[in-house]
């Protein structure tokens, strides 16, 4: 199912982003219909000044693009890959099998799901020795951003001070929050 909204605002997120920087993370997807919660990882990296690209790639319904897109992304400047998928979700194990990056994987509740994304959360997680994929919580795109911005920022003093003020802002912000309850 092709929502429009979805379209439009991949076509907006996709390609070459930060002043024509070449992309350090790959966020992909099984359909567009996972954009709505994958769009997240995009707005996190684009906060943190990491330029992104942003597609679909359906390990079902286009095996040939996954495997062209994970056999081909380190060599293309591609750090780190976020990969997102729902229901039978095999698109972050079978890409971090294909790749030497570290992949990080989303599982996806897609609307009127009747497994609440469990199905997703087990697909990606359950992954064996030797193949791993670092999996966040069901729907929780924002933390696989923050996860390949901590990646990065492992070897860039620059890009891991944006982190300590991130880590730094949010204690502010739950300090504020306390003090109201307490007042
Ligand atoms: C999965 O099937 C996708 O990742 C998506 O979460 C789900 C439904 O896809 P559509 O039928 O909406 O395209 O492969």
């Given at each position: 199912?092709?929502?429009?909204?979805?379209?439009?605002?991949?076509?907006?997120?996709?390609?070459?982003?930060?002043?024509?920087?070449?992309?350090?993370?790959?966020?992909?997807?099984?359909?567009?219909?996972?954009?709505?919660?994958?769009?997240?990882?995009?707005?996190?990296?684009?906060?943190?000044?990491?330029?992104?690209?942003?597609?679909?790639?359906?390990?079902?319904?286009?095996?040939?693009?996954?495997?062209?897109?994970?056999?081909?992304?380190?060599?293309?400047?591609?750090k780190v890959i976020i990969?997102?998928?729902?229901?039978?979700?095999?698109?972050?194990?079978?890409?971090?099998?294909?790749?030497?990056?570290?992949?990080?994987?989303?599982?996806?509740?897609?609307?009127?799901?009747?497994?609440?994304?469990?199905?997703?959360?087990?697909?990606?997680?359950?992954?064996p020795r030797g193949v791993?994929?670092?999996?966040?919580?069901?729907?929780?795109?924002?933390?696989?951003?923050?996860?390949?911005?901590?990646?990065?920022?492992?070897?860039?003093?620059?890009?891991?001070?944006?982190?300590?003020?991130?880590?730094?802002?949010?204690?502010?912000?739950?300090?504020?929050?306390?003090?109201?309850?307490?007042?």
């Amino acid at each position: 199912a092709v929502d429009p909204n979805a379209a439009a605002a991949l076509a907006s997120t996709s390609g070459r982003e930060e002043g024509g920087q070449q992309p350090r993370v790959g966020i992909i997807m099984g359909s567009d219909s996972d954009l709505p919660t994958m769009r997240a990882a995009a707005e996190v990296l684009r906060d943190f000044g990491i330029a992104a690209e942003v597609t679909v790639v359906s390990a079902h319904r286009t095996p040939d693009r996954m495997l062209e897109y994970a056999r081909s992304a380190h060599s293309r400047g591609i750090k780190v890959i976020i990969a997102g998928a729902g229901g039978a979700a095999h698109l972050p194990g079978m890409v971090a099998a294909l790749t030497p990056l570290p992949v990080i994987g989303v599982p996806v509740k897609p609307a009127g799901a009747h497994l609440d994304g469990l199905d997703a959360l087990l697909s990606i997680v359950q992954m064996p020795r030797g193949v791993p994929v670092a999996t966040v919580a069901i729907g929780n795109a924002a933390n696989a951003g923050l996860l390949a911005a901590r990646i990065l920022a492992a070897h860039e003093p620059a890009l891991l001070q944006r982190m300590l003020e991130y880590q730094e802002g949010m204690r502010t912000t739950v300090l504020g929050k306390a003090q109201r309850l307490e007042t």
